[in-house]
């Protein structure tokens, strides 16, 4: 994976957090213990330090990035969806980003809350704990249900296994040209049903 200091700041990267080879980390970065970053992620950390705490993950194409002179902080157990942008933000913990959201500057969205797919969250708005935000731009529908967390901490509980198995099991190679027969299927010890 491509590491970059910057004005002599160099990423952190815990030894149990998985990045991608694809990904790129960029200057004043912090990714802590059993946190997943996904392949073509972008972490920029040259105008503001990012922090990504423990369990959280940054899924494919995701981009994180600061704003000048803050912290951009997903705290313990986030969870980005895929082509998500976060910018310059604080997300608390166990809170879910939906697919293809944009997270804007000087946002705060407290624990335990869930930004639907496709939302625009605009600069400076502030969310309270366990709020359902959906939309472009983004507002609270209503409180998170205990059905939903409940749904979106599993879904977080397998990106924690995949950090896991991506550090053993994940291999670069050549294709097959053929179908084995005995092709085996990949096995997960829980399963993610659809909300």
Known sequence: MPVYQFANVTPVIH???????SAEIIGDVIIEENV???PLAVLRGDFGRLIVKSGS???DNCVMHGFPGKDTVLEKNVHVGHGAIIHGCHIFENTLV???SVIMDLVIIEKESIVGANSFVKAKSYYQERSLILGSPARK???VSDEELHWKENGTHLYQQLAHRCQTE???VEPL???DVDRPRIIWESTHDLK
């Open 98 to 100: 939906g697919m293809n």
């Open 177 to 179: 040209t053929e179908l």
């Open 170 to 172: 994940l291999k670069l």
């Open 57 to 59: 993950n940054i899924q």
């Open 141 to 143: 529908i209503r409180d």
């Open 36 to 38: 997943y970053i996904g």
């Open 15 to 21: 030894s149990s957090a998985f990045v991608h080879p």
